[in-house]
Each structure stands twice: as structure tokens, then as C-alpha cells.
């Protein structure tokens, strides 16, 4: 049995996560905590509480007073806005995860949170990305993920706080909308396809980035997590992909089930930039390896999925 607690747990992946562990945890078990309460089910379905991450005193007596033994850990400020506002980016990326680590390390609890493909950069090899390369990213939210790594490593090095994470690709998810990341448009598109039969893509065709559907993604982090520790030779953080698109090939696998549907360009620099030193695709083998990270959902999979639910959604 596990008793978490979640940062931003009613962000892109929290308000989906937050119900999966309380299905398999029990409602109780699984303290949702984020900047404020909302009516969706993640802050409704069980315990919730305002901590502001930055805010580290409220964060251990949170978790003091639920004794909780996990700590996953997901506040933070996304590829796209910490761009825009990088000095407040740094502030809240690592000062939240300090504190996280900091609550984990108190409480002697077990410690998620997810990397991105962002902690890559220009001078990473681009297709087949390994576990373990060159990281160098040139945007504030690489700089803050590859830090986070090493500091999530530090932190089971030397305090044997039993830390793991994730290299997230793009995640898409019919639920919560994504918060200010580069692959945000693959989830829009989706939306866009639904409402209007047509698309207007901020990041050029022939760019690649690697992606996931949210149900892989959520069951990557509970494999991950009851995981035995000790085949794990790597920790901070995984390589984890499904899949890695272009617009174009997104464009061709949503025509396969709406035939009319129409895809513009009108590309943002900015996001373009990042997603350039962003890699074309990743190497999974190291998280099949050490803790049998498999995944259901291609692209065409995926798409059907995410029609059917938005269709519904905007009936
Ligand atoms: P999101 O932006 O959708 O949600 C973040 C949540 O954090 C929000 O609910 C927000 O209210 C909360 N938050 C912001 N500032 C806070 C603060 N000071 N204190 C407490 N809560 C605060 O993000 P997400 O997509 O759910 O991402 C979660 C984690 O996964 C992040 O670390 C992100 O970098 C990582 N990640 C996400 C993706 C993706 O595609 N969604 C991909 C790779 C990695």
C-alpha cells in the first residue's frame, strides 16, 4: 500500500494521474495537492489541499499530517512559458523540486517526478536519442529538467531517497488541456479537428518530436514506481516514448477517420526553435530493460481514441 502525495496535481497529467492511484491506492491514499481548489474530479474524488511548491513548510506539514510514504511531485512552469518568463521559471522549477525532495527526504518516502525530452538539446544525437548522452539544452526548462535530474540523483546518492523519473515526450490527453508546452499542438489539433474540421499548426511540417498517449504515460509512472529498486541502474530520469510524428503525419492519421479536414501553418518562432533542438526520437530500450516499460497506443490508435472521446465531449 502507498499513501502519495501530488504536486499540481490538477495540471495536463495530475488531473488523470490523481484518479488512476486512487482506483488503485484508494481514494484516501492519494493527497492531491496544487495552487488551488477546483470542481474537477481530481480535487473532488478524495483528500485536497493548497500548497504552493515554492512554499516548503506547507509541503512537509502536508505530509506529516497525512504520513504519506510517496511523493510525486509535478508543479512546474512548461517548455513555452518558462521561455517567456525564465527568471520565475527557474524560481518555481527548482525551488518546487528542492522542496519536494526536501519533504521526501523528511518524511523517508519514496520520490517521482518527470523529466522531458526538453533536458535534450542542440548537440544531442537526434534520432534514436540515447539514455545517456550529451545534454545541453539552450531553453530555461532544459536547463531546469537536466538539473533536476542530477539533483534527483544526489538526492538517492547521498540521502537514499529512492527517486525516479521520466523523460516525458509530448503527452496528449482529451481530459485537461496541456499547460504552455512546444508539443501542445498535437493535443489542440485533436480539439480543432472536432470543433472546426480544421488546424492551424504553430510548428512547421517536418518536425519530429517524440509522443505518448496519457494512458501509456500513466502507466509507465505506476510501473515505474512499483518497480523492484534494485534492478534499476539508471533512475533519474527514463527515456520513454510511444511514438514521434510530424504535422503532417498527425494531419494524414485524423483525415483517415474526418476525410475534409484541413491543416495550415502559421509557424510561432519561438516554439519552433525549441522543438528544433528538441531530438526526432528516442531510445526506450534502457526503461524496457531495467522495468518492462511497454506501451499500447500508436498514432492511428491514439487518434480513433482521442475522436471518439472529444466527439463525445462536444456533443
Ligand atoms: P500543467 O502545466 O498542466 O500542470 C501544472 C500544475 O502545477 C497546474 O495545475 C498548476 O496549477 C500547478 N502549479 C503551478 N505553479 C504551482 C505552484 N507554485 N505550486 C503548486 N502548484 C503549482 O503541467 P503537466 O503537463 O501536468 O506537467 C506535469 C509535469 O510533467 C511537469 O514537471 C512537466 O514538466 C512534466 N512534463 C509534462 C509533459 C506534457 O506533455 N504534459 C511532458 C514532459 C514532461
Known amino acids: 500500500m502507498k499513501r502519495i502525495l501530488i504536486t499540481g496535481a490538477l495540471g495536463q497529467i495530475g488531473s488523470e494521474l490523481t484518479l488512476k492511484l486512487r482506483d488503485i491506492y484508494g481514494a484516501d491514499n492519494v493527497i492531491a495537492t496544487d495552487l488551488k481548489k477546483n470542481d474537477s474530479e481530481a480535487a473532488l474524488s478524495g ?3 493548497v500548497v504552493d511548491v515554492t512554499d516548503g513548510k506547507t509541503m512537509v506539514e ?11 511531485h509535478l508543479a512546474a512552469l512548461l517548455s513555452a512559458t518558462a521561455e517567456a518568463k525564465p527568471v520565475f ?8 523540486l528542492l522542496n519536494a525532495l526536501e519533504t521526501a527526504r523528511e518524511m523517508n518516502a519514496q ?28 531553453t530555461m526548462y532544459g536547463v531546469n529538467k537536466v ?29 485537461a488541456l496541456p499547460g504552455g508546452g512546444t508539443t501542445d499542438y498535437a493535443v489542440e489539433i485533436y480539439y480543432e479537428a472536432v470543433k472546426n474540421g480544421r488546424y492551424t499548426s504553430y510548428i512547421d511540417k517536418g518536425t519530429y518530436m517524440d509522443m505518448m498517449y496519457m494512458p501509456d504515460a500513466l502507466n509507465a509512472i505506476v510501473d515505474l514506481i512499483e ?13 520513454v516514448s510511444a511514438m514521434s510524428f510530424d504535422p503532417e503525419e498527425i494531419a494524414a492519421s485524423i483525415r483517415k477517420y474526418i476525410p ?9 518562432p519561438t516554439r519552433q526553435k525549441i522543438a528544433e533542438s528538441w531530438p526526432n526520437s528516442i531510445d526506450s530500450s534502457a526503461a524496457k530493460e531495467e522495468w518492462g516499460f511497454k506501451f499500447d497506443y500508436d498514432l492511428d490508435k491514439m487518434t480513433k481514441d482521442m475522436l471518439d472521446k472529444l466527439s463525445k465531449k462536444f456533443q
Open 89 to 96: 521559471a527557474w524560481n518555481l522549477n527548482m525551488g518546487g
Open 227 to 239: 518497480a523492484d529498486g534494485s534492478k534499476l541502474k539508471h533512475r533519474n530520469s527514463f527515456n
Open 260 to 268: 475534409g479536414f484541413k491543416m495550415n501553418y502559421n509557424v510561432d
Open 111 to 138: 520520490f517521482f517526478t518527470p523529466s522531458s525530452i526538453g533536458a535534450f538539446g542542440p548537440s544531442t544525437p537526434k534520432d534514436n536519442t540515447p539514455q545517456d548522452t550529451i545534454m545541453r539544452p539552450t
Open 62 to 72: 502536508t505530509a506529516r499530517k497525512y504520513k504519506v510514504d510517496t511523493v510525486m
Open 147 to 175: 538539473a533536476g535530474e542530477l539533483l534527483a540523483d544526489y538526492y538517492f546518492e547521498k540521502f537514499a531517497v529512492d527517486t525516479r523519473g521520466l523523460r516525458f515526450p509530448g503527452l496528449i490527453s482529451y481530459v
Open 47 to 49: 483528500p485536497f489541499e
